[in-house]
């Protein structure tokens, strides 16, 4: 009996300090393991307007007014920071070398970038969208807010797009995917709430004033020779005339005093 309880002892005591039985206990006392959080999704890759007008150009002078008038950074920011995303129209160089009348080079500074904002609308349009947009009764608004809204015609899938001033359409889509929107337009966009009035011209340099000669100048002189000529008695018509008179009357008297001779005899 005592040898079956001794024998039963050493058996347990192999058994707890065995490395099996440690890796098994240890197994059971661990917690069951969580699934890994997920990575979180990507960032969406931004759109630099920048870079895309440079390369899918020639689009340099609708980007040079974009820079030059700060409007640059109202779109990107649209682009970038926004849910509604931006439409933009951009006319080629072209566009702009064969715009003669009206000029943009007379418009002011506000007047220009008013022009440069009335080619964007601030959301995303696909061009499925100008469909429903060209069946509304109401203008879209763009950018420049206010008056500065343009209308759409939806001619068999050619977008047709009315400034107020000038028409134009839709060539060719340079990026479309949410939440940019880039399309060419074969003109420039002329928003009526500027070119629908008469903008006053540039006012021509007033002529130099007439500065008359001086009293002893040779040309004083000669002018005075010419009046003091022109107006000499010798050469007025009243003079001759009363010469004529006085020569046929005496021609008269010289026949009456003949005949009255010529009686007598």
Known sequence: MEIFKILTFSTTLLLLLSPAFGKTA?????????????????????????????????????L???????????????????????????????AFSSLKKPSLSKLTPDQLKQVILFHALPHFYALADFKNLSQSSASTPTFAGG?????????SGSIHINSGWSKTKVSSAVHSTNPVAVYQVD???LPEAIFGTDIPPTPAPSPAPEIAPAA????????????SKSSSPSSSPDTAASHRIIFSLGNFVVVISMAIMVLFL
């Open 26 to 62: 240890s197994k059971a006392a661990s917690p069951p393991s969580l699934s890994p959080t997920p990575a979180p999704a990507p960032a969406p890759d931004f759109v630099n307007l920048t870079d895309l007008l440079t390369v899918a150009g020639p689009f340099h002078t609708f």
């Open 64 to 94: 040079g007014y974009l820079q030059s008038t700060k409007v640059l950074d109202t779109f990107q920011n649209q682009a970038n920071n926004t849910e509604e995303g931006i439409t933009i129209f951009v006319p080629k160089d072209g």
């Open 147 to 155: 008056d500065y809204s343009l209308n759409f015609t939806d001619d």
């Open 187 to 189: 003109k420039v966009l």
């Open 216 to 227: 002893d100048s040779p040309d004083a002189k000669s002018a005075d020779t010419k009046s």
